[in-house]
């Protein structure tokens, strides 16, 4: 899956780079065939600004934005965002429906 880090109006350090890529990348896992990610740090009024962006399947996009005093906690908020977002039960059933084995004839 591509991951796309993009930085707006502040500058954001390869450790928290990392931490963003290693944090989509468990959404990855739980999303039903994640096509790509974006994540955009960007600073508001001087408060810390994250928006996640994740395509999954058939064109669906989760998207979260969340703020904070810094750029981690408000990564980590966004994160846990888009992560509800695929906990939902619509969600929770089409993965389960996909899933399921086909039948078999009998001959």
Known sequence: ?????????????????????????????????PH????????DHGAAAVEVRLHTARGR???ATA???????????AVARVRRQLDKPSARQRRARRARPLAREHR
Not at 36 to 43: L, Y
Not at 67 to 77: E, F, M, P, Q, V
Request: net charge positive.
């Open 1 to 33: 899956m591509r991951t796309t880090i993009t930085a707006r109006h502040c500058d954001v350090p390869d450790e928290l780079r990392a931490r963003a890529r290693a944090l989509v990348g468990r959404l990855a896992r739980v999303a039903s065939r």
């Open 36 to 43: 790509d990610a974006q994540v955009i740090f960007g600073a």
């Open 61 to 63: 996009v989760h998207v």
């Open 67 to 77: 703020g904070g005093t810094d750029h981690r906690s408000a990564l980590d908020r």
